[in-house]
């Protein structure tokens, strides 16, 4: 079975600083990798996903992550942070050959904290 | 442009009480799902329909059932709830693997407490 790891629970960081938020995830044949965002007492939303071809995805809200299959990671990064960035992130992976629909297996989550 | 929609979005039970959570989405997907939502443990997978009339366990089904009503509909029941059970509740939907759109959209999620 897939797993993926977030090492930071939590990541405090400066209005207009950068920030990497990691993911690594288990080696497997071939994976569909996915960022997600869930802002306070919300549901999650999809953020930016990688099923192939160029390895550097961009995604919404200025983010972007890339794809590292040497590494297993698939960090999430962006150049500027806002205070409106403040929410919880979530790496996810599928599997492409489990069959049976797209069970998606989550990391336990990074709370990223924007101060001004 | 409603997508997942989940009800109840609260419910505060007592132990050994039954209750059954709703969730619909009007994107013609077919597959569904059931997670849960605890702190420092992420979204685990509880049961998914992979197709209407089809149900499978996921990591964490003890517990719980589920209904595949038709293609819309994926509902979870709590038979005698149990504080463990103290979650927040999320369904999502998504094209089966092939189709292309793989992620996976989620509803609103419904906060259960059992006391």
């Known amino acids: 079975a897939q797993s993926v790891t977030q090492l930071d629970s939590q990541v405090p960081v400066f209005e207009e600083a950068p920030v990497e938020l990691r993911c690594n995830y288990s080696?497997?044949?071939?994976?569909?990798l996915f960022w997600y965002v869930q802002y306070p007492n919300q549901g999650l939303q999809l953020l930016l996903k990688y099923l192939s071809g160029s390895t550097l995805v961009k995604g919404i809200n200025g983010f972007e992550a890339e794809f590292n299959k040497s590494q297993t990671s698939f960090h999430l990064r962006k150049p500027s942070v806002h205070i409106s960035d403040t929410a919880e992130y979530f790496c996810?992976?599928?599997?492409?050959?489990?069959?049976?629909?797209?069970?998606?297996?989550f990391g336990t989550g990074t709370q990223l904290k924007v101060e001004l | 442009n409603a997508g997942v929609t989940q009800t109840p979005k609260f419910q505060v039970l007592k132990t050994g009480q039954s209750m059954t959570l709703q969730c619909a989405q009007d994107m013609n997907h077919n597959s569904m799902y059931w997670y849960r939502q605890d702190p420092g443990m992420g979204l685990r997978l509880i049961y998914y329909?992979?197709?209407?009339?089809?149900?499978d366990k996921g990591e964490v089904p003890n517990g719980y059932n589920v209904s595949r009503l038709n293609k819309r509909e994926f509902s979870l029941r709590l038979e005698s709830a149990a504080p463990s059970q103290t979650s927040v509740y999320f369904c999502?939907?998504?094209?089966?693997?092939?189709?292309?759109?793989?992620?996976?959209?989620f509803g609103q999620g419904t906060r259960l407490t059992v006391v």
């Open positions: 996810a992976v599928n599997d492409m050959f489990t069959g049976g629909g797209n069970k998606l297996t």
């Open positions: 999502a939907s998504s094209e089966p693997e092939g189709q292309g759109a793989t992620e996976a959209f």
């Open positions: 329909s992979a197709s209407e009339g089809t149900t």
């Open positions: 080696s497997s044949v071939s994976v569909y």
